[in-house]
């Protein structure tokens, strides 16, 4: 059944003969529409939420096929007045990112906000557990005063006290994930005509390496820091390494590098799969002073030589450079290593946008980058120690260096699979790690969907069976997300309920002036300039012109472009709606459309002239490219 047929088809007129269909066997339909009938009488009169309740709670699990699933959903909200039906609690629940294996997007157990008795003590009960949540429960008065109520009914106000308080705001995340400066900053922020939005963490030095490789409160040295395997070594035993050993193995790599003899400061790139050696020799160049170079692993010569020309790189890591018959190269024996600490604004890291001009912009990260990809990790994917979070990446996008830091500064593991994720070696994988937060795109799933790679294996210690999936948006010059899910909200199918935390976001009319917050609309996306980690400058570009030129003024700054087309809805969600240049949104990366062509251009001398063209699916999901 399609996704337009289901939505139009209430519980009501679904017959045993649906369910069979959908089921892919005519056994168990009878007695699973028996058990569909009993839930809506029973909690037809509460509305549709409390009626998809009942269905995840008495009719479905996780076993039970996705169509089915789908078009009870639709079912339940057929008719609905909103363009954005919830399909998540707020109820702060242990959650997944992104999806779960069964590739149900939000298709979550519904915790009323309105409800009364017992499933409201349990949201608020669950509210308590998040990261967030035990911040406001014991310091809510102090920073909303009487207008703290509870987690879930404060969190709208507790994002404007992110954005209007940044000085107790990230001083509490800093403290609560544990950042140590060697060098504490004169205070949070400044203001400085030389840094749009004002200056962050002035005078602070500090190393982000080095905070993930230390042992901190409630973590301990042989808490698991990587957990992997290899492709082709599905039945063989997982690999972990502790954060005591991860540490020695970053010492060892940085203590090489400094026999290069090279200035700190130098670029030194990094083409790999993301293994634990490229996350070894990741760390060691941060926390040696150099400057990481995040070149994509799929890229083909002419590009990774233009990236490499871009950053002047005076060295770069490759697989066969490090690797000998599957082992790592004795370059040099050591155990430790003193970080080398720098000021806030030294660059770490040089990433590349996915193209939106002939060449990619050179993004600069900070120190203070890491900062808000940890941030992220802890307030909207609730990242703590304990959890093992896997991401579908590499080190050549901005999620690959934000895995390392979300993960490892929250005191987390990291899974890491050195294979194809379109496998069923992967799933296994992710049962046998016990990954309980999976990040991913959509198009991975809709490959899993067509292969069925996925099936028979147990996922259950991912948080998500029926809880809200966490959708993020964001990009490679703000180190993390502007826009987000949230565990205190209810969440909607391919939606945003928030602002990231500290982040204020506008959609511009087309005159190019910002709508009012509270108001319905579709435009190109801008943003407060003040948030931390974003980018202030680009190696081959003029950052004003790209990001302020021309833009319109709110409360007395100058807005952000960011260069998405967004919409917000008259629930208060946003939807995304891509790139409002020539770029395309394929499989999860932004692509250019001229990048595209020249390439085609060059296949064969016969080929006058090519266009690409994004084309979006009437299912929703990145575009499929057409030439």
Same mark, same amino acid.
């Given at each position: 059944?399609?996704?337009?047929?289901?939505?139009? +088809?209430?519980?009501?007129?679904?017959?045993?003969?649906?369910?069979?269909?959908?089921?892919?066997?005519?056994?168990?339909?009878?007695?699973?529409?028996?058990?569909?009938?009993?839930?809506?009488?029973?909690?037809?009169?509460? %509305?549709?939420?409390?009626?998809?309740?009942?269905?995840?709670?008495?009719?479905?699990?996780?076993?039970?096929?996705?169509?089915?699933?789908?078009?009870? *959903? *639709?079912?339940?909200?057929?008719?609905?007045?909103?363009?954005?039906?919830?399909?998540?609690?707020?109820?702060?629940?242990?959650?997944?990112?992104?999806?779960?294996?069964?590739?149900?997007?939000?298709?979550?157990?519904?915790?009323?906000?309105?409800?009364?008795?017992?499933?409201?003590?349990?949201?608020?009960?669950?509210?308590?557990?998040?990261?967030?949540?035990?911040?406001?429960?014991?310091?809510?008065?102090?920073?909303? %005063?009487?207008?703290?109520?509870?987690?879930?009914?404060?969190?709208?106000?507790?994002?404007?006290?992110?954005?209007?308080?940044?000085?107790?705001?990230?001083?509490?995340?800093?403290?609560?994930?544990?950042?140590?400066?060697?060098?504490?900053?004169?205070?949070?922020?400044?203001?400085?005509? #030389? *840094?749009?939005?004002?200056?962050?963490?002035?005078?602070?030095?500090?190393?982000?390496?080095?905070?993930?490789?230390?042992?901190?409160?409630?973590?301990?040295?042989?808490?698991?820091?990587?957990?992997?395997?290899?492709?082709?070594?599905?039945?063989?035993?997982?690999?972990?390494?502790?954060?005591?050993?991860?540490?020695?193995?970053?010492?060892?790599?940085?203590? #090489?590098?400094?026999?290069?003899?090279?200035?700190?400061?130098?670029?030194?790139?990094?083409?790999?799969?993301?293994?634990?050696?490229?996350?070894?020799?990741?760390?060691?160049?941060?926390?040696?002073?150099?400057?990481?170079?995040?070149?994509?692993?799929?890229?083909?010569?002419?590009?990774? &030589? +233009?990236?490499?020309?871009?950053?002047?790189?005076?060295?770069?890591?490759?697989?066969? *450079?490090?690797?000998?018959?599957?082992?790592?190269?004795?370059?040099?024996?050591?155990?430790?290593?003193?970080?080398?600490?720098?000021?806030?604004?030294?660059?770490?890291?040089?990433?590349?946008?996915?193209?939106?001009?002939?060449?990619?912009?050179?993004?600069?990260?900070?120190?203070?980058?890491?900062?808000?990809?940890?941030?992220?990790?802890?307030?909207?994917?609730?990242?703590?120690?304990?959890?093992?979070?896997?991401?579908?990446?590499?080190?050549?996008?901005?999620?690959?260096?934000?895995?390392?830091?979300?993960?490892?500064?929250?005191?987390? &593991?990291? #899974?890491?699979?050195?294979?194809?994720?379109?496998? &069923?070696?992967?799933?296994?994988?992710?049962?046998?790690?016990?990954?309980?937060?999976?990040?991913?795109?959509?198009?991975?799933?809709?490959?899993?969907? @067509?292969?069925?790679?996925?099936?028979?294996?147990?996922?259950?210690?991912?948080?998500?069976?029926?809880?809200?999936?966490?959708?993020?948006?964001?990009?490679?010059?703000?180190?993390?997300?502007?826009?987000?899910?949230?565990?205190?909200?209810?969440?909607?199918?391919?939606?945003? @309920?928030?602002?990231?935390?500290?982040?204020? +976001?506008?959609?511009?009319?087309?005159?190019?002036?910002?709508?009012?917050?509270?108001?319905?609309?579709?435009?190109?996306?801008?943003?407060?300039?003040?948030?931390?980690?974003?980018?202030?400058?680009?190696?081959?570009?003029?950052?004003?012109?790209?990001?302020?030129?021309?833009?319109?003024?709110?409360?007395?700054?100058?807005?952000?472009?960011? %260069?998405?087309?967004?919409?917000?809805?008259?629930?208060?969600?946003?939807?995304?709606?891509?790139?409002?240049?020539?770029? +395309?949104?394929?499989?999860?990366?932004?692509?250019? @459309?001229?990048?595209?062509?020249?390439?085609?251009?060059?296949?064969?001398?016969?080929?006058?002239?090519?266009?690409?063209? %994004?084309?979006?699916?009437?299912?929703?999901?990145?575009?499929?490219? #057409?030439?």
């Amino acid at each position: 059944m399609d996704h337009t047929a289901a939505a139009h +088809m209430p519980l009501g007129a679904i017959t045993v003969d649906d369910i069979a269909a959908a089921l892919g066997a005519v056994e168990g339909a009878a007695a699973m529409h028996a058990a569909l009938r009993r839930a809506v009488d029973a909690r037809g009169g509460d %509305g549709p939420a409390a009626v998809w309740g009942e269905l995840t709670r008495a009719v479905l699990r996780p076993g039970v096929p996705f169509a089915v699933h789908r078009m009870l *959903y *639709y079912g339940c909200y057929a008719g609905f007045p909103s363009a954005t039906p919830p399909a998540g609690p707020p109820t702060g629940e242990h959650t997944s990112l992104v999806m779960n294996h069964n590739h149900m997007i939000a298709l979550s157990e519904i915790h009323n906000q309105n409800a009364q008795g017992n499933k409201q003590k349990k949201a608020r009960e669950e509210a308590v557990l998040t990261n967030v949540g035990r911040v406001l429960e014991a310091r809510g008065r102090e920073f909303l %005063g009487e207008a703290y109520k509870d987690p879930i009914a404060s969190f709208d106000e507790f994002h404007k006290f992110s954005i209007e308080n940044p000085e107790v705001y990230w001083k509490t995340v800093f403290e609560e994930i544990g950042i140590a400066f060697s060098v504490e900053p004169s205070c949070i922020l400044r203001k400085n005509d #030389a *840094y749009p939005g004002g200056e962050w963490l002035p005078g602070a030095v500090l190393n982000a390496a080095g905070n993930c490789l230390t042992a901190k409160p409630g973590r301990s040295s042989d808490d698991v820091a990587i957990v992997w395997r290899d492709e082709g070594k599905d039945s063989e035993p997982l690999n972990f390494v502790a954060l005591e050993e991860l540490r020695k193995k970053v010492c060892l790599v940085a203590n #090489a590098l400094d026999a290069l003899n090279l200035a700190k400061g130098s670029a030194i790139a990094i083409d790999m799969p993301m293994n634990v050696n490229a996350v070894v020799i990741y760390l060691a160049i941060v926390l040696a002073g150099y400057v990481v170079v995040s070149i994509a692993d799929s890229f083909a010569a002419p590009a990774i &030589s +233009m990236r490499i020309k871009i950053s002047e790189a005076k060295a770069i890591f490759t697989q066969d *450079y490090i690797l000998q018959d599957d082992k790592e190269l004795p370059l040099y024996r050591a155990d430790s290593y003193t970080a080398v600490e720098q000021p806030a604004y030294a660059f770490t890291n040089i990433l590349f946008s996915s193209g939106t001009t002939g060449e990619p912009k050179a993004i600069p990260w900070t120190h203070l980058t890491p900062l808000k990809s940890a941030a992220d990790g802890w307030c909207h994917m609730d990242i703590r120690r304990g959890d093992v979070v896997a991401w579908l990446t590499n080190l050549g996008w901005m999620m690959g260096p934000w895995l390392v830091y979300a993960s490892l500064l929250n005191g987390a &593991s990291m #899974a890491l699979y050195n294979g194809s994720s379109n496998s &069923s070696g992967f799933a296994k994988f992710v049962q046998d790690a016990k990954v309980t937060i999976l990040g991913l795109v959509p198009s991975i799933v809709r490959s899993w969907k @067509s292969t069925d790679c996925t099936a028979g294996f147990d996922w259950s210690n991912i948080r998500a069976c029926y809880k809200p999936v966490i959708e993020y948006c964001g990009g490679t010059e703000i180190g993390g997300g502007f826009v987000a899910g949230f565990l205190l909200q209810p969440q909607a199918l391919s939606t945003f @309920s928030t602002p990231a935390m500290g982040c204020n +976001m506008f959609i511009l009319d087309n005159s190019g002036n910002p709508l009012p917050q509270d108001s319905t609309g579709t435009g190109e996306l801008a943003l407060d300039p003040t948030f931390l980690g974003a980018s202030t400058t680009l190696l081959n570009a003029d950052h004003h012109e790209v990001y302020f030129s021309g833009m319109p003024e709110w409360n007395g700054k100058v807005l952000r472009r960011h %260069g998405d087309e967004f919409e917000r809805t008259a629930d208060g969600y946003c939807r995304a709606h891509g790139r409002t240049d020539d770029t +395309m949104n394929l499989g999860g990366i932004k692509v250019s @459309s001229i990048e595209i062509e020249r390439i085609c251009n060059k296949v064969n001398d016969t080929i006058l002239e090519t266009a690409a063209i %994004g084309v979006p699916p009437l299912e929703g999901g990145p575009q499929q490219l #057409a030439i």
